[in-house]
Structures are given as C-alpha cells and as structure tokens.
C-alpha cells in the first residue's frame, strides 16, 4: 500500500492507474498523428500536442476511477473491466465536449475523436491482459510475517488470501504456548533468532496479532526487528490499512487517541469543503429544479400525500435538523413507529422504487447542504431513534457525529445498502476511517466513485 494524502491505494492499483494514464496520453497523441498524416497536414512539435494529449487522459482516467475501472471485481474479471472502460470512454468523450465548449475549439479532440477513443479502450485492456498476473503475482506482494498463531491470526490468513490482497504471509510464529488456530504455525521457543528468521522469510514487514498483549509483548524481538529496517506494524492498524476500515473487533479506545489521524489541521481543509459545498450544491440546485419539479407533481400524481417529507435526522455534534426529500413511500409508512428499510419494502409506492433505485428522491437535500447542516461527503444521517440504540450497542457510534454529515459517504460506496444493527456496525468502521483520515482527497475519491453507485445500482433500496 501506498499512502497518498493519508489514504492508502494498493501498489498494483497505483501501478496500473500509471500505466493507463501513458497509455492514454499515448492514445491522444497516436490518434493525432495518424489523423495529421491522413489529410496531409504537419503533425507538428511535441510541445504543441502535450496539453490536448494530457487533457484527453486527465478527463478519460477521471472516468475510469468513477465508473470502477480501478474496482475489486474490474481487477478480478477482464470483462468487468471492459464493460465498465466503454462506459468511462462515453462519459470521457461527453466531458471532453464540454470542455471543447468552455475554452474553444481544439482540432485535436474535434477531428481525431474516433481513433483516441478506439485506442483509449484497447489500450487499457491490452494492459490489463499483459500486467494482470504479474500484478496478482507473489513477487509484487508485500511478505509479511505474522506473530500470533489464534484468531486474529486466521483472519489476516484468509485476508491474504483475497484475489485483491496486496500482501502474502510467508509464516506465523505462536508467542505463547496456547494451543493455536493456525496448524502450520511455528512456537516462538522453536526460533533461536527472531530477526534472523525474519531476514531469511525475506519478510518486509512483521505484523502483531496477539490475542492478549499482557506479558506477551515481544519488546526485545519487535525492536530489533525494527532496528533492520523491516517494517512492523500491529493489527488494527494493519487492518485499517488493508480494508480501508477501522476494524471494531480489535480496537481500542488508545489506539483511537495515539494513532495517526483526526488531525488538527483541518481549519483549511474545512473551509475548502464548505466552499465547495456552497458552490456545487447552487449550481446543482440549478440544474435539477426542473427534474425536482416534474417528479415532485409525478409522486403527487402517483399517490395521496405530499411530494416532498420532511425527517429529523442527528447531525454535526449530535444536534439535530430535517432532512429534505422527495416522497417514496406511503403517508402511513411509519404509523407504528419508525421502522428500517428492508428489501422488496412493501411500503414503497410504484414511484417510489424507480427514484430510490436513481437517487432522484435525494436531490432535495442538495438544500440542506446549501444550509450547512449537511456536506456532500460524509457519514450518512441517521434517525434520531435509532442513534440512541445504536450507541448503547456499538462502541464509538457517537464519534461519527465528529464530522458533518453527507449525502453520499466512504460507507456508502465501500458496503451495500443495510438497515440491521449488524449492517450498522460494518457501516460505523467505514465512517470512522472517514472521520478519522478525512482529506479534499479522499472526499474527491468519493465522489467520483459515487457515480459508479449510481450507474451500477449499488446499495439503493
């Protein structure tokens, strides 16, 4: 893993992304000079076809990330990745006309659109056909050395074991003589040289995944172990790294407190964010009132109530505020109290399903991030009702609250639509990763990766 602006992109993932974007750069740059040589026109110097080259793959990589090009099951299946880059090119092509439109004509894009765009598709599935398996490959895994031999042990075993894994085990070494899950572990006792057998697994970085650190701490062997320049690491903070979540199992109260994260130096960070919600939340008021209007008069026309509905929700703080939306339910629906949302819910209206499955129903709260009650990015809202239990029954619920709430979120792209206790607590460990590693970066990642949500239909209910 490589860690860009405090959120951490797989190496594979890094490299292909690299790749591609030559590739493409090449693509717009090819495509140019066969069109220049069809029509008999100077193909001209580097430096003028350097910036439409790079605009070409700036704007087709942009949508590649948000469709999921660089996504777990587009990585595992050519065909994903091939469905999902046609899409991205369509959607490239459609920003790069916009672009043409907003600073002028650019021949480049005008008249060789249809060689960058066949060379932006076969390209990058050329690469993926070529560098897929040595990427899975064990050579470009990271080799890391367990010591623990119990339960967590086992769930970093069958986390390596993942298509997606960045990293392999090469040993576990049991540090206490209980009787351990792992068959093929070695007893520390067994070991003359901790370090030395570190340096001979050619591990680069030992994890700890002891069950119970009392008096089984290897003080000794984990400094000289980081005295060679290996990496070591501990669990939960191993696997915040490799799932992208804070693992509620393992973690601590100190871990929280002393970890790296919720950072203080978030005054301009946040200012930014909100400048941005202010300015992308009018233009978006703008542009969608008609689409707002229609189905606001089509849900009246569908069925008896009002078009919109007004829901408290907890916020920032834990203060409280209502939360705008189009009606997609019964006026009844919640007549014996307030109820999760369940599949197939026989309380949606026939309307209700197609702008819940579209978001469309979500476009009002667009207001609500123009009030700054909530952002675009964030931790989802939830119903005062169910915050109450839920922070009796998971610990560190209330630390969501420590950021302002979004539309759309990290949980949100990263776990299917849920509506249990158990869905809440996977849910909570993707907010508190959030909240605890919030950069302009990631709340960027998240938006583009919100429109492959969308486009897909993931998580809607």
Not at 37 to 64: D, E, K, Y
Not at 251 to 259: A, E, G, M, Q
């Given at each position: ?56 793959a ?23 990745a ?25 021949a ?27 990427l ?21 075993r ?81 696997m ?33 964010k ?12 703008l ?36 939360v ?23 309380r ?20 609500t991030v ?12 939830e ?63 998240i ?15």
């Amino acid at each position: 893993m490589i860690r860009l602006f405090k959120h951490y992109v797989p190496h594979a993932v890094l490299l292909l992304g690299l790749v591609d974007f030559v590739l493409l750069f090449m693509a717009a740059d090819l495509a140019w000079q066969l069109r220049a040589s069809q029509i008999n026109i100077a193909v001209g110097g580097f430096a003028q076809r350097i910036w439409p080259s790079l605009g070409f793959a700036v704007t087709i990589q942009t949508a590649m990330i948000a469709v999921g090009v660089y996504g777990l099951d587009a990585l595992r299946s050519l065909r994903h990745a091939g469905a999902r880059l046609l899409v991205a090119v369509g959607l490239g092509i459609i920003g790069l006309a916009f672009l043409n439109f907003l600073f002028g004509a650019q021949a480049f894009w005008r008249s060789t659109l249809a060689y960058s765009m066949v060379l932006a598709i076969v390209l990058p599935l050329l690469n993926r056909l070529l560098t897929g398996r040595l990427l899975g490959a064990e050579a470009f895994r990271r080799r890391v050395l367990v010591l623990g031999a119990g339960n967590r042990a086992e769930r970093l075993r069958q986390l390596s074991e993942r298509p997606e894994s960045g990293f392999v085990i090469v040993g576990f070494v049991a540090m206490t003589d209980a009787a351990p899950v792992i068959d093929t572990s070695i007893n520390r006792a067994a070991i003359a040289n901790l370090t030395k057998h570190v340096e001979v697994l050619a591990a680069s970085e030992v994890v700890l995944a002891l069950e119970e650190r009392r008096n089984s701490l290897p003080l000794g062997d984990l400094l000289r172990i980081k005295t060679t320049g290996v990496h070591v690491n501990e669990f939960a903070s191993f696997m915040e790294r490799e799932t992208g979540r804070v693992d509620l199992d393992t973690v601590n109260p100190s871990w929280l407190i002393f970890s790296d994260g919720f950072s203080s130096g978030r005054a301009i960070s946040g200012a930014l964010k909100r400048i941005f919600d202010i300015a992308a939340s009018s233009l978006l008021l703008l542009l969608t009132a008609p689409v707002i209007a229609l189905f606001a008069a089509l849900v009246k026309l569908d069925s008896t109530g009002p078009a919109f509905f007004r829901q408290r929700r907890v916020g920032l703080y834990g203060e409280d505020f209502d939360v705008i939306k189009l009606r997609s339910m019964r006026v009844d629906a919640e007549a014996g109290g307030a109820q999760w949302a369940v599949e197939n819910d026989p309380r949606v209206t026939r309307l209700g399903h197609f702008i819940r499955k579209s978001r469309i129903d979500e476009l009002p709260q667009t207001w609500t991030v123009l009030k700054g009650e909530m952002s675009f990015v964030g931790p989802r809202p939830e119903r005062p009702e169910f915050v109450g239990d839920l922070e009796k029954q998971l610990s560190y619920y209330a630390e969501r609250h420590m950021v302002k709430p979004g539309i759309t979120g990290w949980a949100q792209i990263n776990y299917p639509y849920g509506a249990s206790i158990e869905d809440a607590r996977h849910k909570l460990e993707y907010d508190l990763y959030y909240a605890k590693n919030y950069t302009p970066f990631l709340d960027l990642l998240i938006l583009l990766q919100t429109l492959r949500v969308v486009l897909w239909r993931e998580g809607a209910r």
